[in-house]
């Protein structure tokens, strides 16, 4: 029987990739709530800045 | 693929020994060009890995009430020390008020005035499955 060869691929070393949730906010000086929001981050996301 | 809790756990704790003693979150304007906030987290900064999941201690209050610059915040950081360069993060998210940024924030601009908190931060390392197809 030949040899056979197999190949890791990307499906398995995306099992090790990061899962990041949280929250942030910020507040003014007058005690409002300017923005408040969830943080959600994979880490194979590599998006440069969009603005 | 799939990994043990007992790795999962491992490669989660190795993130905290990472971060460190004495580490900070770092708001930032776009290419980490001017830091606007930070605050120091506690040492340990997450608890122990619980089925790959460590959860920042935010007990207490992580933030920031007299930020140091007013601007757009396009970088939120966490830092293994206080004397960092701002290109020595351990974790690096984009923030950003449209598209799909690790944080879409309806207003990012922090004022000098303004507090900035950080209110919960998990980590996970998935677990995986064998995957045939």
């Known amino acids: ?51 | 693929m799939q990994i043990s809790t007992g790795l999962q756990d491992i490669l989660a704790n190795a993130i905290d020994t990472e971060v460190g003693a004495t580490s900070q979150v770092r708001w930032y304007t776009t290419g980490l060009a001017t830091k606007l906030a930070s605050a120091t987290l506690a040492n340990p900064a997450f608890g122990a890995s619980s089925s790959g999941v460590i959860t920042l201690d935010v007990t207490p209050v992580i933030e920031d009430t007299t930020p140091a610059a007013a601007g757009t915040c396009v970088r939120l950081c966490i830092y293994k020390t206080t004397a960092a360069t701002s290109g020595a993060f351990v974790l690096q998210f984009g923030v950003n008020p449209t598209g799909t940024p690790d944080v879409t924030m309806a207003n990012n601009v922090i004022a000098t005035t303004d507090t900035v908190q950080l209110t919960s931060l998990t980590v996970t390392v998935p677990v995986g499955t064998p995957d045939v197809t």
Do not use: H, P
């Open chain 1, 1 to 51: 029987m030949a040899e056979q060869e197999g190949t890791v691929g990307q499906e398995a070393t995306r099992a090790l990739r990061l899962e990041v949730k949280g929250t942030m906010r910020i507040i003014d000086k007058d005690g409002n709530v300017k923005g408040e929001c969830d943080i959600v981050a994979l880490d194979d996301e590599t998006e440069e800045d969009q603005q």
